[in-house]
């Protein structure tokens, strides 16, 4: 350990240029296990990042579940107005979120949150921003009953689509039978959401040897993402995430707003004002970022980290506390515009799905549903 760590220091100090003498993209142009060394703090636990290995396999998914589930998504029967599907808030032309500040749910009130985007959901353990529910089986059930977003009962939901002629055909090829209950409709939903993964970036490329794919600003830029910018202390691993829940200082405590994250489902103190660290694969694609939405400006995000988010010190008691991993990073505008550059070869726009025909409506009924969720609700 104190080896690797001397290691560290050093190619810290040397800058850019190896004892060989080979440039910085030189020492990028390697298989990831040569790349200069990453720097986390001590006690941090990082895996390198790097293309997604596929889903492990689960037994509840089909390709005819998966079928079933992307109607459903895009069904807005399964709100309690019967105007507000999935896809009304998880929209593949706004990176699969809905490119709101935060959400606006039943009746059009506005939620708390950030939709999240739902690429590469199914590699999490701990599902939404306070990690509240246990993988895509336990949550698909949530957005359904909650007052704030679909606001439904899920029988009322059940016997609806029960009473949907063309969906026993589907339950049928799903599942066996047609009989609809709220299990089959979680696990087709999952199913779907499941399939949402983000294609192969320019950087995977990069890191499976294709070393064209990034300039050298991007290297640079990955570069310091893996060391002087800190990122690799909690965007680490394929999925740039750790799963874990850090305070970085975004919460307007003791205001109208106030939002204490993970503490609202541990209960425990250390953990107010404490995200899952989000993924930021696709991140360009996918804002306003951040749980509340503050920022719809990217660079501002970046200049943010680079002040160890001052603004958050505050010594109120109670407050949340400051993740010690927060800390000013003294990267000048060329470097920030580096780690921009960098961040944008981890994912490109996702491309467009096209809503499904739904069951039990004709052709122009479903067209005039995909129009509402298209443009009505956003
Ligand atoms: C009214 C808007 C809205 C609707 C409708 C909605 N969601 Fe969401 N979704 C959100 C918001 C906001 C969050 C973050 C919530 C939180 O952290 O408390 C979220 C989070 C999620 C996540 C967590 C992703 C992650 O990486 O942790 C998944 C999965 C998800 N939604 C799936 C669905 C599914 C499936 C449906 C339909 C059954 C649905 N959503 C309906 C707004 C919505
Ligand atoms: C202490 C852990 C930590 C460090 C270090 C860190 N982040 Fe984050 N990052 C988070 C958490 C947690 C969130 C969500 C915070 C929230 O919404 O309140 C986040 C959010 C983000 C977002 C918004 C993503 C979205 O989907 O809304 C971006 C972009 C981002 N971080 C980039 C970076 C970059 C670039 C670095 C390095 C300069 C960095 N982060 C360093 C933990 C960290």
Same mark, same amino acid.
């Given at each position: 350990m104190r080896v690797r760590l001397l290691i560290l220091c050093l190619v810290a100090l040397n800058g850019v240029q190896a004892k060989d003498g080979a440039s910085l993209a030189e020492q990028y142009w390697r298989t990831p296990s040569e790349w200069p060394a990453f720097i986390v703090d001590e006690g941090v636990q990082a895996e390198e990042i790097g293309p997604l290995p596929s889903l492990p396999s689960v037994s509840w998914h089909t390709p005819e579940s998966e079928e079933?589930?992307?109607?459903?998504?895009?069904?807005?029967?399964?709100?309690?107005?019967?105007?507000? *599907? $999935? *896809?009304? $808030?998880?929209?593949?032309?706004?990176?699969?979120?809905d490119g709101r500040r935060v959400s606006a749910g039943h009746d059009r009130r506005a939620g708390q949150r950030n939709a999240m985007t739902l690429l590469n959901a199914a590699y999490f353990d701990h599902l939404f921003w306070d990690g509240r529910a246990q993988g895509l089986l336990d949550q698909a059930l949530q957005?359904?009953?909650?007052p704030l977003e679909m606001n439904a009962e899920l029988e009322v939901v059940v016997e609806r689509l029960a009473n949907t002629a063309g969906y026993h055909m589907r339950f049928e090829s799903a599942f066996g039978s047609p009989v609809v209950s709220a299990e089959r409709i979680a696990q087709s939903i999952a +199913?779907? /959401?499941? +399939?949402?993964v983000s294609?192969?970036?320019?950087?995977?490329?990069?890191?499976?040897?294709?070393?064209?794919?990034?300039?050298?600003?991007?290297?640079?830029?990955?570069?310091?993402?893996?060391?002087? *910018?800190?990122?690799?202390?909690?965007?680490?691993?394929p999925l740039f995430s750790d799963g874990q829940f850090h305070h970085t200082g975004l919460s307007y405590y003791g205001r109208r707003f106030e939002d204490l994250g993970r503490f609202h489902v541990?209960?425990?103190?250390?953990?107010?004002?404490?995200?899952?660290?989000?993924?930021?694969?696709? /991140?360009?694609?996918?804002?306003?970022?951040?749980?509340?939405?503050?920022?719809?400006?990217?660079?501002?995000?970046l200049r943010m980290y680079n002040h160890g988010i001052t603004f958050a010190a505050r010594s109120k008691p109670g407050a949340p506390v400051l993740s010690p991993l927060i800390r000013p990073l003294g990267l000048n505008d060329r470097e920030i515009a580096a780690l921009e550059a960098f961040l944008d070869?981890?994912?490109r726009r996702?491309?467009? /799905?096209?809503?499904? /025909?739904?069951?039990?409506?004709?052709?122009?009924?479903s067209g005039a549903t995909s129009e509402f969720l298209s443009t009505g609700t956003h």
């Open positions: 079933l589930g992307k109607l459903l998504f895009f069904d807005p029967r399964l709100s309690g107005s019967g105007q507000l *599907a $999935c *896809a009304s $808030c998880h929209d593949s032309q706004l990176g699969w979120g957005p359904i009953q909650s +199913s779907f /959401v499941r +399939s949402l294609s192969r970036s320019r950087f995977d490329r990069f890191a499976q040897g294709d070393y064209e794919r990034l300039t050298d600003e991007e290297i640079e830029g990955l570069h310091l993402f893996r060391t002087r *910018a800190r990122c690799m202390n909690c965007h680490s691993g541990t209960g425990k103190a250390q953990d107010r004002g404490k995200f899952r660290t989000p993924t930021l694969r696709n /991140v360009r694609h996918t804002g306003p970022w951040m749980h509340n939405g503050l920022f719809d400006d990217f660079t501002g995000i070869t981890i994912g996702p491309p467009f /799905v096209e809503p499904p /025909v739904l069951p039990g409506l004709t052709e122009s009924d």
